[in-house]
């Protein structure tokens, strides 16, 4: 097939490397570079930077209203075209202009965790399991009818990152699959329609008193970005896994290493992070870092 393909963040990759492998991408749709890194110099989205060394057409509005940007869209004649956390609303005319029309790479199992952040709310909801759908879009958000859907169940000790990377592999993989069948789809159940908001950073500070399965949900929901966190003697300390453990005491009672006490039970953080440093273990951490008897 002729495709265009949409797509931004790292997420996405996979994706554009399995359809450019088994299809013909005739053009890649991104972000506009955005300044990043201390010398704040434009830097390309993950998806641009490897379509170039692909040898792939990249094109990057900021906007997709304008009837010259629709017109240049519908041009390339796609059969069909793939959105992978594109990060703009496509407009009806976007929609309509491929042969097929247009598939959604989504990270839940619509209809639960329609929306902006999926992957880190499963994990902080305490989901036993989520997925990929491939999608065929239509103008509601994340509505349209499923073509194919895979699930994996989410560990104890998942985090945002290695659920990401799983998730990433796994719509890599499902677009092909969906792309080899005839493209059937059905209607999302009504029922159990949830929306995924967009992290808060808001969210991310630790409430010790809270009992310890919801921290730990917040510890592997928020990591690696925005990062759960603490403070320690004034020094905001990130925290990026965990896992239940036994052990009771006050809330934010340091317990034995890394082992904290929550309003019930308790978490054995497993990583963490200083501000400025790398991501170390606890033994590694406590070298360096004198904790005291309560976090706060």
Same mark, same amino acid.
């Given at each position: 097939?002729?495709?265009?393909?949409?797509?931004?963040?790292?997420?996405?990759?996979?994706?554009?490397?399995?359809?450019?492998?088994?299809?013909?991408?005739?053009?890649?749709?991104?972000?506009?570079?955005?300044?990043?890194?201390?010398?704040?110099?434009?830097?390309?989205?993950?998806?641009?930077?490897?379509?170039?060394?692909?040898?792939?057409?990249?094109?990057?509005?900021?906007?997709?209203?304008?009837?010259?940007?629709?017109?240049?869209?519908?041009?390339?004649?796609?059969?069909?075209?793939?959105?992978?956390?594109?990060?703009?609303?496509?407009?009806?005319?976007?929609?309509?202009?491929?042969?097929?029309?247009?598939?959604?790479?989504?990270?839940?199992?619509?209809?639960?965790?329609?929306?902006?952040?999926?992957?880190?709310?499963?994990?902080?909801?305490?989901?036993?399991?989520?997925?990929?759908?491939?999608?065929?879009?239509?103008?509601?958000?994340?509505?349209?009818?499923?073509?194919?859907?895979?699930?994996?169940?989410?560990?104890?000790?998942?985090?945002?990152?290695?659920?990401?990377?799983?998730?990433?592999?796994?719509?890599?993989?499902?677009?092909?699959?969906?792309?080899?069948?005839?493209?059937?789809?059905?209607?999302?159940?009504?029922?159990?329609?949830?929306?995924?908001?967009?992290?808060?950073?808001?969210?991310?500070?630790?409430?010790?008193?809270?009992?310890?399965?919801?921290?730990?949900?917040?510890?592997?929901?928020?990591?690696?970005?925005?990062?759960?966190?603490?403070?320690?003697?004034?020094?905001?300390?990130?925290?990026?896994?965990? &896992?239940?453990?036994?052990?009771?005491?006050? @809330?934010?009672?340091? $317990?034995? +290493? /890394? %082992?904290?006490?929550?309003?019930? *039970?308790?978490?054995?953080?497993?990583?963490?992070? &200083?501000?400025?440093?790398?991501?170390?273990? @606890?033994?590694?951490? $406590?070298? +360096? /870092? %004198?904790?005291?008897?309560?976090? *706060?």
């Amino acid at each position: 097939m002729k495709v265009i393909f949409m797509g931004t963040p790292d997420f996405s990759v996979p994706a554009l490397e399995a359809l450019h492998a088994a299809h013909e991408v005739i053009c890649v749709y991104t972000q506009p570079p955005r300044p990043a890194g201390r010398g704040k110099k434009d830097r390309p989205t993950p998806v641009h930077a490897r379509a170039l060394e692909l040898g792939l057409p990249v094109r990057h509005p900021a906007r997709l209203k304008s009837a010259e940007d629709q017109a240049d869209f519908a041009a390339l004649g796609a059969d069909i075209a793939v959105v992978v956390a594109y990060g703009l609303i496509l407009p009806q005319a976007i929609l309509d202009a491929p042969r097929l029309g247009c598939l959604n790479i989504h990270a839940s199992l619509l209809p639960r965790w329609r929306g902006a952040a999926p992957i880190h709310r499963a994990i902080l909801a305490g989901d036993a399991e989520t997925g990929i759908c491939i999608m065929q879009m239509e103008a509601g958000l994340d509505t349209g009818p499923v073509i194919l859907r895979e699930a994996t169940p989410i560990g104890s000790e998942d985090t945002t990152a290695t659920l990401h990377d799983r998730l990433s592999a796994m719509g890599a993989q499902g677009i092909l699959r969906a792309l080899e069948g005839d493209l059937v789809s059905d209607p999302q159940p009504e029922e159990g329609v949830t929306y995924a908001a967009k992290i808060d950073k808001a969210e991310a500070r630790i409430d010790w008193s809270r009992p310890a399965v919801e921290v730990d949900r917040q510890i592997r929901g928020l990591s690696p970005f925005p990062g759960a966190w603490c403070l320690v003697e004034g020094e905001r300390l990130k925290l990026l896994s965990s &896992r239940l453990t036994e052990g009771q005491g006050e @809330p934010g009672k340091v $317990l034995d +290493g /890394l %082992t904290i006490a929550c309003g019930a *039970g308790a978490v054995a953080i497993t990583q963490a992070q &200083r501000e400025g440093k790398r991501p170390m273990g @606890p033994e590694e951490l $406590l070298r +360096g /870092l %004198t904790l005291p008897e309560r976090l *706060g």
